[in-house]
């Protein structure tokens, strides 16, 4: 099947093409809710084709077929859905900076119940951002049925669970979508590498859990849990350059802009009070 052509396919039969991939097939169908009253908004594609190019034949295959296959949902500056596109052109600077393209995100801050802060060093084979230090998982809802439900955020935390096995092996038991606590929304743009970079709407999901780990390498090249005062020292090697440490920009912004407040909440289980869903954050 062509990168092209997937894009025409019915959401059921996408769909079913993720189902058939041995990475998705144990991921419990149960565990997510639909609304099979709801349609999908009649959006066509933005661009209509994957604008890819022959310095692209080297991309990792797993990379490739989720840049492909993937589409993201378009949104405008209030987080309005406004259309869909691939994960590889929504990522393209050249779009980012010529058409705009915002897309919709979501950033999972997962804690044990020491409150320690789980972080991910993402794989050296991911396009944008390679071996950088981030948060527990960074991704995007994508533009199906059960990730564009907006009714108490329930589509991006589906997204989470989904992610959250796919790239860390955890079970959607592990982490049900009712705990997630979506406590804000923050708007930024940031550059990779001269073609890759981010755009995006992000959603700041919290969630206290104990939970087994395991990483798939395809996404993930380490991972480790921190306290306050070791994501501390973290920050600093990385504004020192030490050890060669990086870490991503979206982190990077909730780490100066909330994180530290927010964990406070997290260890006294008042995160409720720090919810602010109507504001979004412009970074």
């Given at each position: 099947m062509s990168a092209t052509s997937i894009f025409n396919l019915p959401l059921i039969r996408l769909r079913s093409l993720a189902l058939s991939s041995s990475r998705f097939a144990l991921f419990p169908l149960s565990s997510i809710r639909f609304v099979s009253s709801r349609k999908l908004p009649n959006f066509r594609a933005f661009s209509g084709t994957v604008m890819a190019d022959s310095k692209d034949a080297g991309m990792d295959a797993v990379q490739r077929r989720l840049m492909f296959e993937d589409e993201c949902i378009l949104v405008d500056e209030t987080d309005r859905v406004v259309g869909h596109d691939s994960k590889y052109n929504c990522h393209l600077m050249e779009n980012i900076e010529a058409k705009n393209l915002l897309h919709r995100a979501?950033?999972?801050?997962?804690?044990?119940?020491?409150?320690?802060l789980l972080l991910q060093q993402r794989s050296k084979v991911k396009v944008t951002f390679p071996l950088v230090w981030t948060n527990t998982c960074c991704s995007h809802p994508l533009y199906r049925e059960s990730e564009l439900i907006e009714e108490n955020t329930l589509g991006v935390r589906n997204a989470a669970q989904r992610k959250l096995l796919d790239e860390l092996g955890i079970v959607?038991?592990?982490?049900?979508?009712?705990?997630?606590?979506?406590?804000?929304r923050m708007l930024y743009k940031a550059p990779s590498d001269g073609k890759w970079g981010e755009h995006e709407l992000d959603y700041l999901l919290f969630i206290v859990r104990d939970v087994k780990v395991q990483p798939n390498p395809d996404?993930?090249?380490?991972?480790?849990?921190?306290?306050?005062?070791?994501?501390?020292?973290l920050v600093k090697k990385a504004d020192a350059g030490e050890e060669g440490l990086k870490l991503s920009p979206w982190f990077r912004l909730v780490v100066d802009n909330f994180l530290m407040k927010w964990w406070d909440h997290v260890e006294k289980g008042t995160l409720v009070e720090a919810i602010d869903m109507k504001t979004i954050h412009k970074l």
């Open positions: 979501f950033s999972v801050f997962l804690f044990n119940s020491n409150y320690e959607a038991a592990d982490v049900p979508v009712d705990e997630f606590t979506a406590l804000g996404e993930v090249a380490d991972i480790k849990y921190v306290s306050r005062e070791e994501l501390k020292e």
